[in-house]
């Protein structure tokens, strides 16, 4: 039984890519409502593949997956849209569109669920000012910097008021300096809203700046999980 | 609201993209055009001949006479057979001997005269059966069917100019009918690769619909409308030319017949209406299954 408080759980998740590359290996992880967790590995350790079966982009071969109550493993093709709703997404390259402003970016985000222009306005600015974002609303994504245009990219992330916000490398194009930024918005928001963020990294230095859970996927195998963990070199 | 809102976006979308394709969308919008102008004239066609096999079936009739001297259980049987010709009218008319004598006496006096004279008609009249067909088309068959009866003495039906036309008439249109079906699956594929390029164009927007919780629906809808507005745009001009073109043909001839009495033409009214808006369902429906396809691929997460 899932408990009410679960937010994510994985049972025996296993994952054979069609090229017959084994991503993941008997996975079994929960989280908690409200928790941020850092998932680190290396270069095809699995993480960006853990990732994706959690916003279904990918199915597991084996294993049971529930996101907020959904059975992932069984949702159909065109009932995956009710999943995705109730996530937000964040990637490495941003994924904005280029020819609409920051604002229109954001809005796109809640036009495509066909929500009400009125709730659209209200929704947009208040997201683009969790993000720190309100003076730019005006501007195209490549007038910003990298660090700005990951922020437009959390603001749309957040604005349909997700439970849980996915991250798959959101710092990996930024230096030092722009990730901290990011990761303490992503902080801010996980503190202030209560919504979970799962974050895919491996970058050293937020991870043990952060101090938060940290899962640590190996080979495809989740070798270590701990609270309040740091970015364990040996354990790469 | 929801609904309403999405497909004004939809329709919106769409409109940008015929015209950010312009020449591929022109391309698509002339083959739906010449498909469906095909498409109006072998219903033209169709429809006309059917009206003429009607028409000629009502007058063209199959006139049977059986031997002589046959029996009673013999004729019974004759009209039980001919009865379960398919394409036999159930109305056909029997004149026995004697009915004919009475006819004959009827022409004229000299006739009459003559017929008097006759005391064992059932030597000298034969039996007469005038047989009309449902199918003009097989009327030939049908006569040699009866034909092939061993009691019947002869068969044989009066105009056979007016069946082979019409069975020319028949093929022209069923050869129309096939053209235009490969015209259709052509344009199904060039639409197809119009809708094809405008998803390229919008891959990245798709993507990130997919990624924020767009439906199926919400993400099909500008493709779909774009396929319905190259159907629409592209049936007009068809539609124009069949409207003013049977019109016109219509008015060349002698009251809507050509050559002949059976050769009867449909008035133009209301029937090009009807054909308009089949060739209108016909250009729309291409243009949405068309762009359908297109999308399914792209749909699969």
Sequence with gaps: MILLSE???????????????????????????????????GSGSGKSTLIKMLYREEKPTKGEIFVGGINVVKLRNSRVYKLRRKLGIVFQDYRLLPKLTVYENVAFALEAIGAKSSEIRIKTLRALELVGLKGKTRNYPDELSGGEQQRVAIARAIVNDPKLILCDEPTGNLDPKMSLEIVKVLDDINKTTGTTVVMAT???????KFKKRVIVIKEGRLVKDYEEGKYDNEAI | MKLFRMIKNGIRDAFKSVYRNFSLSIASISCISITLMVVALALLVAFNVENFSKKAGDNVTIVTYLKLGVSDEEIANFEKTIENIENVNKDWKKHTPTERKNEL????????????????????????YDIN???????????????????????????????????????????????????????????????????????????????????????????????FIIGLLGSIVPIIVTIFGYKAFYGMLDDGHFMSFWLEFIDPQPFVFLVSLIILIIGVVVGMFGSGRAVRKYLKI
């Excluded at chain 1, 590359?21 to 850092?38: M, P, Q, R, S």
């Excluded at chain 1, 970058?203 to 043990?208: A, L, Q, T, W």
């Excluded at chain 2, 039906?157 to 008439?169: A, K, P, V």
Aim: avoid cysteine.
């Design chain 2, 105 to 128: 006496k009827e022409e004229n006096d000299f006739l009459s005269s003559v017929a008097t004279l006759i005391d064992n008609e059932n030597e000298v009249f034969h039996y007469r």
């Design chain 2, 133 to 227: 067909v449902n199918d003009i088309k097989k009327i030939e068959e049908t006569k040699k069917e009866i034909r092939s009866l061993t009691i019947v003495d002869s068969a044989e039906y009066g105009d056979e100019t007016i069946s082979r036309m019409i069975n020319m008439f028949d093929v022209a249109g069923k050869v129309a009918i096939g053209i235009a079906i490969v015209l259709m699956i052509v344009t199904v594929f060039l639409i197809i690769n119009t809708i094809k390029l405008t998803i390229f164009s919008r891959r990245r927007e798709i993507s990130i619909m997919r990624v924020v919780g767009a439906s199926n629906m919400t993400i099909k809808n500008p493709f779909i409308i774009e396929g």
């Design chain 1, 202 to 208: 491996h970058d050293k230095e937020i991870v043990n």
């Design chain 1, 7 to 41: 937010l994510i759980t994985l049972t025996n998740v296993n994952k054979k890519y069609k090229n017959g590359v084994n991503a993941i290996y008997d996975l079994d992880l929960k989280i908690k409502k409200g928790e941020f967790v850092f998932v680190i590995g």
